[in-house]
């Protein structure tokens, strides 16, 4: 399994998501919004909005550091 986060260099909670998955050893490939016109573009379609950070595990959105909902799509993908 594989996340995407899209972030920017200056986000706290972009920081505690990268974390959260480096403590549970999921790979991610990071997306800079900051610099990445296209992936900038990706998220706002995503999302529908340009807040930071948008984690996609296994196809789910989850829009902020919701430690919850982050918790649950990491245990449910590591299930599958």
């Given at each position: 399994m594989k996340a995407q986060i899209y972030t920017t260099p200056t986000c706290p909670y972009c920081t505690m998501v990268k974390e959260l998955l480096d403590k549970e050893e999921i790979d991610y490939v990071?997306?800079?919004?900051?610099?990445?016109?296209?992936?900038r573009q990706r998220m706002v379609?995503?999302?529908?909005?340009?807040?930071?950070?948008?984690?996609?595990?296994?196809?789910?959105?989850?829009?902020?550091?919701?430690?919850?909902?982050?918790?649950?799509?990491?245990?449910?993908?590591?299930?599958?």
């Open positions: 990071e997306y800079d919004v900051a610099y990445d016109e296209v992936a379609k995503i999302t529908g909005q340009l807040g930071v950070p948008v984690t996609v595990i296994d196809g789910q959105k989850i829009v902020g550091f919701d430690s919850k909902s982050l918790e649950e799509a990491i245990k449910k993908a590591k299930a599958s």
